[in-house]
């Protein structure tokens, strides 16, 4: 019996590739929360994540119990015993008994954890496959951020919802960077626009520095520059500031030409063939996506990542 629950957007379940009706939006929150966490989790905490403190219903705890309940059901009816999965302990609380490879944001942070070590690891190529896998996880992407998880953003959700969604962004960082060690800069070029014009994309210093930085190795010294410059204005606009000393530097290595900007001659020698392979590997640019996800990535994230956990699987 294979389950799946998937918090990185809309929350959903599926039982054996088949989705399973959870109810309203407090049900289908509970059950998400709940797989984030996998561990008990006591009442108190369930409400703080289910309503903004001023908007607390009389009687929330047994509120939650009904939820728990239907939730119950809805697993029974699609063939797993809910008492089972969706366990009581001592009136304190509830558990989802689920392994981590159950639970799409656990399996993005655990290739995440895979690619940060192969980066470290100066396996660049394997860091940019395995990054691109995690962020799979998010299905479609949607800017700097990959978009709102768990739906949608509430009072009491603000914080764990900016938390995942700046564990995004710190992956897309890390696969850019680890794709542009090996060579990519080129084909790096229109994700890294389509990124720029996102909100948060316009100011984000780290993302000119790749851009700039891209466009250098690229031959293309005055759109390097242009980068900069309209960075000077949009931070000047939205904040009143200038840009940070690193990025002031990279600027000026561009203008001067500074050839240690470049790929040293062992990287680009050393990733010759593999920048090939993680290009192939990583799902492609196509104009309006910045790459390709969906379902087909998901399952094979899911069929094929290892983990260092008991056999669990419900």
Not at 170 to 179: G, I, P, R, V
Request: aromatic share 6%.
């Amino acid at each position: 019996m294979h389950v799946d629950v998937r918090v990185l957007g809309k929350i959903k379940l599926f039982v054996n590739d088949s989705e399973v009706n959870l109810g309203d939006r407090k049900q289908r929150l509970l059950l998400a929360n709940l797989a984030i966490e996998r561990r008990l989790v006591e009442k108190p905490q369930i409400i703080e994540r289910l309503w903004p403190e001023e908007e607390v219903p009389e009687n929330p705890a047994e509120l939650v119990y009904n939820y728990v309940n239907r939730i119950r059901a809805a697993f029974t009816k699609a063939g797993v015993d809910g008492a089972a999965v969706l366990a009581t302990s001592h009136n304190i609380g509830y558990e989802l008994k689920v392994a981590a490879h159950q639970v799409d944001y656990h399996r993005f942070r655990a290739l995440r954890a895979r690619a940060e070590v192969a980066l470290i690891d100066r396996r660049a190529d394997e860091a940019a496959r395995l990054g691109r896998l995690a962020l799979a996880e998010w299905g479609s992407p949607a800017g700097l951020l990959g978009g709102t998880p768990l739906e949608r953003e509430e009072r009491q959700l603000q914080g764990r919802i900016r938390a995942m969604q700046l564990d995004y962004r710190a992956t897309l960082m890390l696969c850019l960077d680890a794709e542009m060690r090996c060579g990519q800069h080129r084909r790096l070029l229109p994700e890294l626009a389509l990124l720029a014009a996102d909100d948060y994309g316009s100011d984000d210093q780290e993302l000119a520095r790749l851009r700039m930085l891209a466009h250098f190795r690229s031959g293309q010294k005055k759109e390097a520059i242009m980068v900069y410059v309209k960075l000077e204005d949009v931070l000047s606009e939205k904040h009143g500031s200038s840009p940070d000393e690193e990025t002031k530097e990279m600027h000026r290595q561009i203008k001067k030409d500074d050839e240690t900007l470049n790929l040293e001659g062992a990287e680009t020698v050393a990733h010759a063939a593999t920048g090939d392979a993680a290009a192939q590997a990583a799902p492609s640019f196509t104009g309006t996506n910045v790459y390709q996800t969906g379902e087909h990535a998901r399952s094979f994230v899911a069929q094929h990542i290892t983990y260092n956990e008991g056999s669990d699987n419900t």
